[in-house]
């Protein structure tokens, strides 16, 4: 899953004032927890970057939650924002909000965190010179502006007047400004230093990532002496491993192992639906997949109820209609479903396929590839496309990537040889409570610039781009569901995307692991204002 955690959440300054009012972080309690142990976690994908600032995806993130600390945190359960380095906060007027920063707080090198280092890691980001891939979620920033050492105003652009930032993804994570510009930010990447509860020792490539407990936290004292993140691809060595004991917690579980392991005393099953989002991108950049028609031969030429449901079998994962998962309002599932989403039908396929080759759109010898990372679900869903496409007509084969390089392919690496046979591929998408935090940055044409990880298919509609600015700047949410209704009616109609899946967060769980609890934004928290994850060596 691309991260893609964007959770640049849309808060009335009215209600964020009130949410500031939250007052003292509070310590998390664990009454009865073990202090101690090593907690071991099997992650599906490798790791890429380290850096905050850069890191866009959901498995770096699972390091970055513990290593870093953000501004505010999501309350698991409401899905509000609440304090965290930040003891509060307050609205000065529609385009200042004023964080008041908890004093004392040491970065894992001993210096201290204060508003210069909050400061610093937003200007950085947002500064487009810098080149992070994580640039459009603070597209809305003017600037962050130090007040005192530990206050920092945040200052937003005249059009985001009304937005008010969340600050909660791991991307916005606090760097410490001195120690970067001694380091550099390469050296940075590959060994970062925050100031969360958990400090970074050593980095194995394509194997491991090692934690350690930051004996001076200052929001709790963590209960792990150790925390390891072991990369296992496969995901049936990993429910082997998880089986054994090899690891505490799998990232991910397969359907066809749900109910066994539920059976298992020593393995909790642990569910919910996520606010995620997986599709097949086209890129819209070039020939064939600039041609409506081509679009539709694909989506035409696969039966999606069917493929998804031979993947997680209603247990792991649901059919998609459009980029807003159905537990969010302004999702639009029925119409997207009854008006908007292509049936099965390998006839007019093949009929576009042969239109599209008469007219030479489609080259002579031409074969096209559907490109994912590696992950079972997606390489067993572009197999299950590029079955379908040989049936009517288009030569189309698989390329599974390791995770890395997949990146650095849709984002048009220039050095990526594959760049240029780039016709669709597999991706995902994580967001926040707001559905700004998927149609926005996958289909305004701010956001189709190389080395973006978010709108992949280069679409540009200038409706489309209005549709989402007004919503992004209007404070009448019933509006803005009519708003984002209707952009989503003209994106699915022009078929830039065949939605996939929406996937069920399903993690197994060693039942000595206690105080865990699954994100629905995908990630993985082992200490926060909310949870101290703990081992009982005794179950």
């Known amino acids: 899953m691309l991260r893609i955690t964007k959770v640049c959440i849309v808060l009335l300054g009215v209600v964020l004032a009130g949410w500031g009012a939250f007052g003292e972080t509070s310590k998390p309690s664990t009454p009865g927890a073990k202090v101690g142990g090593t907690l071991t976690i099997g992650v599906s994908q490798d790791f890429k970057d380290m850096?905050?600032?850069?890191?866009?995806?959901?498995?770096?993130?699972?390091?970055?939650?513990?290593?870093?600390?953000?501004?505010?945190?999501?309350?698991?359960?409401?899905?509000?924002?609440?304090?965290?380095?930040?003891?509060?906060?307050?609205?000065l007027s529609e385009d200042r909000v004023r964080f008041y920063l908890n004093e004392g707080i040491k970065f894992h090198n001993g210096d201290e965190l204060t508003a210069e280092d909050v400061a610093f890691t937003f200007n950085w980001m947002a500064n487009p010179a810098n080149n992070s891939p994580n640039f459009t979620e603070l597209v809305w920033l003017e600037q962050a502006v130090v007040v005192n050492k530990y206050t920092v105003d945040i200052v937003t652009k005249a059009d985001y007047a009304p937005w008010a930032p969340g600050f909660a993804t791991e991307s916005q994570a606090i760097v410490p400004m001195k120690y970067v510009l001694e380091v550099g930010d390469a050296a940075f990447n590959q060994f970062p230093i925050g100031s969360g509860p958990y400090k970074f020792v050593e980095w194995r490539q394509g194997d491991r990532i090692i934690l350690e407990r930051n004996e001076n936290y200052w929001l709790v004292y963590p209960n792990l002496d150790r925390v390891v993140y072991r990369v296992i691809p496969e995901l049936s060595v990993m429910m082997l491993e998880l089986e054994a004991g090899g690891i505490d917690i799998a990232d991910n579980m397969p359907a066809q192992d749900v109910e066994r392991f539920r059976a298992n005393p020593k393995v909790e099953v642990l569910q919910v639906p996520s606010l995620s989002y997986f599709y097949v991108?086209?890129?819209?950049?070039?020939?064939?997949?600039?041609?409506?028609?081509?679009?539709?031969?694909?989506?035409?030429?696969?039966?999606?109820?069917?493929?998804?449901?031979?993947?997680?079998?209603?247990?792991?994962?649901?059919?998609?209609?459009?980029?807003?998962?159905p537990r969010l309002w302004a999702s639009d599932v029925k119409y997207l479903k009854n008006n908007i989403a292509l049936q099965y039908d390998p006839e007019e396929a093949a009929r576009l396929i042969a239109e599209l080759k008469a007219e030479g759109v489609i080259p002579p010898g031409y074969k096209t590839t559907i490109y994912c990372p590696l992950d079972p679900r997606r390489t067993q869903l572009a197999t299950i496309i590029a079955t379908g496409l040989r049936e009517v007509g288009l030569d189309a084969d698989v390329q599974p990537l390791a995770w890395g390089p997949y990146l650095d392919l849709v984002y048009r690496s220039e050095a990526d040889p594959l760049a240029e046979s780039l016709d669709q591929g597999i991706l995902g998408w994580s967001g926040g409570p707001d559905p700004h935090d998927f149609i926005y940055y996958m289909f305004h044409s701010d956001n189709a610039v190389v080395g973006s990880a978010d709108n992949l298919s280069f679409y540009m509609n200038p409706l489309v781009d209005w549709l989402l600015l007004k919503a992004a700047t209007t404070l009448?949410?019933?509006?803005?569901?009519?708003?984002?209704?209707?952009?989503q009616r003209i994106i699915y109609g022009d078929y830039v995307h065949i939605p996939g899946y929406h996937y069920i967060e399903t993690r197994g769980v060693r039942t000595s692991v206690q105080g865990y609890n699954i994100d629905p934004l995908g990630n993985q928290y082992l200490c926060t204002p909310f949870v101290n994850v703990w081992i009982d060596p005794t179950r």
């Open 51 to 91: 850096d905050p600032r850069i890191a866009n995806s959901v498995y770096d993130s699972y390091v970055i939650a513990s290593v870093f600390d953000r501004l505010v945190e999501l309350d698991p359960y409401t899905l509000e924002p609440r304090p965290f380095v930040a003891k509060s906060w307050e609205v």
């Open 476 to 487: 009448d949410q019933h509006l803005r569901e009519w708003l984002y209704t209707e952009a």
């Open 281 to 325: 991108f086209f890129n819209m950049s070039r020939p064939p997949s600039s041609d409506i028609r081509y679009r539709k031969a694909v989506y035409m030429s696969v039966d999606m109820d069917a493929a998804v449901f031979s993947i997680f079998q209603n247990l792991t994962g649901v059919r998609a209609y459009g980029c807003i998962p």
